[in-house]
């Protein structure tokens, strides 16, 4: 039932690392709204450098560790990142990213899936 950003990251992949505080600030921007998101770190970051960029860089949403790469997989056998997708309040995927998205685009089209019944 939220609008959901799903960002399929690394710690070694830099794009996503100088991306990483425009998802903190979207996140904050529109979360009370009924907007989530969740960081999806791929299969081969190690967990330690996972936790340790959540904790230094006080990630506000859920960080999940992808062990198996089953997530990847499922979400299309994703193997460049960043890939990013916006989720709407049924479920379904309304916009994937490769790269760093365009905020200012996101942020709109994040604001019309908020005011969708």
Do not use: I
């Given at each position: 039932?939220?609008?959901?950003?799903?960002?399929?990251?690394?710690?070694?992949?830099?794009?996503?690392?100088?991306?990483m505080p425009d998802i903190v600030a979207t996140h904050k921007k529109y979360q009370a709204q009924g907007y989530d998101t969740l960081a999806v770190a791929m299969s081969y970051d190690p967990p330690q450098y996972v936790l340790n960029f959540a904790q230094s860089r006080q990630l506000p949403f859920k960080v999940a560790l992808d062990h198996t790469g089953a997530v990847a997989r499922a979400w299309g056998d994703i193997k460049i990142t960043p890939?990013?997708?916006?989720?709407?309040?049924?479920?379904e995927i309304v916009k994937s990213y490769?790269?760093?998205?365009?905020?200012?685009?996101?942020?709109?089209l994040i604001e019309k899936l908020l005011a969708e019944a």
């Open positions: 039932g939220k609008v959901t950003l799903v960002n399929f990251w690394a710690t070694s992949c830099t794009t996503c690392v100088a991306e890939t990013t997708y916006l989720v709407n309040k049924r479920g490769v790269g760093a998205p365009d905020f200012a685009e996101l942020h709109r």
